[in-house]
């Protein structure tokens, strides 16, 4: 290891990360470990399996993910989500309203396009998969694009991604990308520290007292087992206090994709950045291609969509 990597394990963050509230103390909050894609796809591997997840830095060229983001940004503009005549790459957020409807609608459309398909399903992200899977890697057709903000009180409440996919198989892969460079400050993913145990053992529950759900309702985030949405919790310290571990957070880049397991758990802080700066990532889903698919995952991303 690194130095640097050293130096960001024993650290905390500078910036008071907050989320639905509250404050996460000190002691309970540390940094990813970052992973030079260069170790190689076996150590990379072994690490995702140890760690639940795997921070793999500048997979991605930089410049192609910005120039993505100002093209996200241009075409949500007409919106009055930007600030007029800012650079649409650094995406500043408007000090006035904007249209939150026609925001939504301008998503759904660019999820939709080749563009962000191209994106996607770049060739050294699928290369890479390929490598991880061992296989030929399927990439779901939904997927997820949002930008979060400066000073909203939106952030998504802990939970692990399985919860949304019980209707294939338990060998997924998310990849979380920034697209564009998200430090602590504006609220990127944080992981609850070596939670993909955890996760594993509330889906043997879960499994377990299914019994009495029909078919539908065992593989939906919204049956009666469930917390309201699939969420675990919006109280973040409380999470780590009660199962004695620390939230890791990240000063993530462009260039860099996060891989978690389905049964990591995972949320959002706020975006507090004083530089008014829109958070924009993309969180995608890939497993091997002869694994079972859920099919509820054969259609684009829709606002609303229950999944």
Known sequence: MSIAAEIMQVRKPEFPLAADGKTLPA?????????????????????????GYVW????????????FRRWVFEHLAETGLIEPGSDFSLGIASAGDFDRSLADRRLMS???????????????????????????????????????????????????????????????VTAWIPIGDIPTEMGGLV???????LGVKMEAEFRARSGDLSPDER??????????????SKDLPGMAERFDTRWLAADYEAGDVVLHSPYMIHASTTNQDRSRRLRLSTDIRYQNVDDEIDVRWNNHWSLGDML
């Open 110 to 172: 660019l999820v939709r396009s080749a563009a962000y398909e191209g994106f996607c399903a770049q060739p050294p992200l699928a290369r890479f998969m390929d490598d991880f899977l061992q296989g030929i890697s399927y990439l779901h057709k939904r997927k997820l694009m949002r930008f979060v903000q400066p000073g909203s009180s939106t952030a998504t409440p802990a939970h692990y991604d399985l919860v949304y996919l019980r209707g294939g198989t338990s060998r997924l």
């Open 191 to 197: 992981y609850l520290e070596g939670s993909h145990a």
């Open 219 to 232: 593989i939906s985030a919204y049956n009666s087992h469930m917390a309201e949405g699939g969420w675990m």
């Open 27 to 51: 002691e309970r909050t540390g940094w990813l470990t970052p992973t030079d894609p260069a170790i190689g796809v076996d150590a990379i591997r072994r690490r995702y399996q140890d760690d």
């Open 56 to 67: 793999l830095k500048g997979l991605l060229p930089k410049a192609g993910v910005i120039d």
